[in-house]
């Protein structure tokens, strides 16, 4: 089986080695859990290897996608869009069912056979636009199975019930259809945030079985802590640190290798609390190693 990069820093030791090409993944997590980040990291990093990109949004209009990408640090949106390499296809407020039927088929045809990456974010609607299971099924095997023509699938899927408990109408059958499925714990306790990454299920692959604690850090997106790993007393970004990043980060194209010496540049002290900089810099360097 071949297995691409996930674009997740740190995600793809606990996939064995990444995403199942041609497969289908379905991130599943609460309002600000960051699974429309994980999607951008997904399908930006698909066009830092040569792939096309295809973002499905039932939600998010593209103006608001497009901030939310170049606030993670990824400028340069804009030309893959102008270059026909990056298309957002806007279904929102659409009647998903004759989306699903009548205009992704067209889509497929015009793209099949291409090496692209698809979003589908969320696929929340999808599931609402019909109260009859058997129907909702039908639609989402459909909808997947559709894009799948095209290349690697990543769904969104909101969690509504409460944390942790993946017996939810709406996750059912995405979790029974997913080949993939990566769940985003996130809670607030006396103002404290907590967020937990677990793979629930991976087909034919080897996962971890751990729940891992993850950070949104600014220009950078999700990051992955190992589970087991120590942490450092200190957590400051130093000078001497990014010098062992430029040093280390030679084999990266010059684009890449900007946008996460800017990230890094500009974290605060208050984003890297309990990450640890040198594993950080191991995932970065990991995420485009060969």
């Known amino acids: 089986m071949d297995k691409i990069q996930s674009g997740v820093f740190g995600l793809n030791p606990l996939l064995d080695g990444g995403i199942i090409e041609h497969s289908t993944t379905v991130v599943i997590g609460a309002s600000g859990a960051g699974k429309t980040t994980f999607a951008l ?20 209009n593209q103006k608001q996608i497009l901030i939310e990408a170049k606030a993670m640090g990824w400028k340069n949106i804009n030309e893959y869009i102008e270059n026909d390499r990056l298309v957002f296809i ?32 969320p696929l929340t609607p999808v599931i609402w636009a019909t109260p ?40 059912i059958i995405p979790m029974y259809i997913a080949d ?78 900007k946008r996460i010496r800017d990230a890094l540049n500009s974290l605060s002290d208050n984003e890297l609390k309990d990450v640890d900089p040198e594993q950080l810099l191991e995932d970065i360097l990991n995420e485009y190693r060969k």
């Open 41 to 60: 990291q997904f399908i930006m990093r698909g066009m830092e290897v040569g792939d096309d990109g295809v973002f499905i949004s039932l939600d998010e």
């Open 90 to 121: 806007d279904a929102s407020g659409e009647q998903f069912s004759n989306f699903i039927k009548v205009e992704l088929p067209d889509f497929v045809n015009e793209w099949k056979g291409t090496k692209s990456r698809i979003v589908i974010d």
């Open 132 to 171: 009859e299971k058997y129907e909702q099924r039908e639609l989402i095997s459909f909808l997947l199975k559709e894009a799948r023509k095209v290349g690697t699938v990543l769904c969104t899927l909101e969690e509504h019930g409460p944390m942790g408990d993946l017996s939810g109408s709406e996750t």
């Open 180 to 257: 993939c499925i990566i769940h985003l714990k996130y809670r607030t306790i006396a103002d404290v945030v907590n967020r937990n990454l677990q793979i629930v299920k991976c087909r034919s692959s080897r996962h971890s079985e751990k729940n891992h604690n993850y950070k949104i850090l600014g220009g950078l997106g999700l990051a992955v802590k190992h589970t087991g790993l120590p942490v450092p007393k200190t957590t400051k970004i130093t000078n001497q640190f990014l010098s062992k990043f430029e040093k280390q980060a030679l084999e990266l194209p010059n684009p890449v290798r």
